[in-house]
């Protein structure tokens, strides 16, 4: 096995390079010339090689001692510089966190200036994406994403459920008359865990064979549809909540259930959960969602609703 060099060796030989002299080199190190010359004596001979051509006191560099020279500041240049960003990272108090898009700008964004007036020495990076965090290749702390809960060798906790029922504007329901789920045109999130097909099955609704639908990649989309009166949607109050509470958009059918089970997942190593950030994190979004879950009481009870809930979207299936 090849032995490594000393790094204090190349520190004291870059120091004599740039500085031209053993003895401004010990100046700078703050030791004696005579250690100096025992690193540069001890490195040479490690390497087999001649680094200073001596002329007096004034040193120069050989080829051999120049190509190292190149190297060693470059890599000492390295070293400082990340010693300098771990210190920062010391010093600031920042929470890189990924969401999933609609859960991002419907349900948390609205929420975190209260994130950061309780914490306000944090500094907080959002990235919205459609895919989950790679924490082997990607600097975040935690991932908030909807789905099953299933992700294999991460922490996985349930943070907000899914409370879903069809909406429609007041104005659009009126039109429909007495047989909404006969004429309406219906409005689908492709990435929603519910869709119409299994929440009318669920409910023994017949349509019309060739019912209209349209299907919109994201929640926000579909959710925009129905509150441009073009259609019914079946979403969840996570990202409804507040149309819903304003009243421009009603419950079609209150008579059956909402149906509830969990679908929002904080996700990270296990290791993470030891992070400042993350603790401090969980710890408020618990509390967003217990806010949340009060807030939906509230409007199950103003309409009349009840809730049918699941432990999963399995179950809901089954």
Known sequence: MARTENLNAILYFETVARRGTLSRAAEELSVSPSAVSQQIKLLEQQLGVKLFRR????????????????????????LKDARRNLGRSRETRRLNLRVAPSFGVLWLGPRLSRFVEKHPEWELRVDAAPDPTDFDREVMDLDVRYGTGDWGGMHVEPVVDDHILPLATPEYLEALGEDPFGKARFIDSARNLCQWDSWLLRNGIETRANRKTLLMDRSSMALQLALDGVGMVLESLVVAEREVTEGRLVPVAPKMPVLRFPAHWAICPSRYLNRKAVQIFLGWIAEEAERHGRDVEAIVARHGLTVESFESVTELAG
């Open 55 to 78: 002329d007096g006191r004034q040193l120069s560099l050989t080829l051999e001692g120049e190509q190292l020279y190149q190297s060693a500041g470059t890599a000492l240049r390295m």
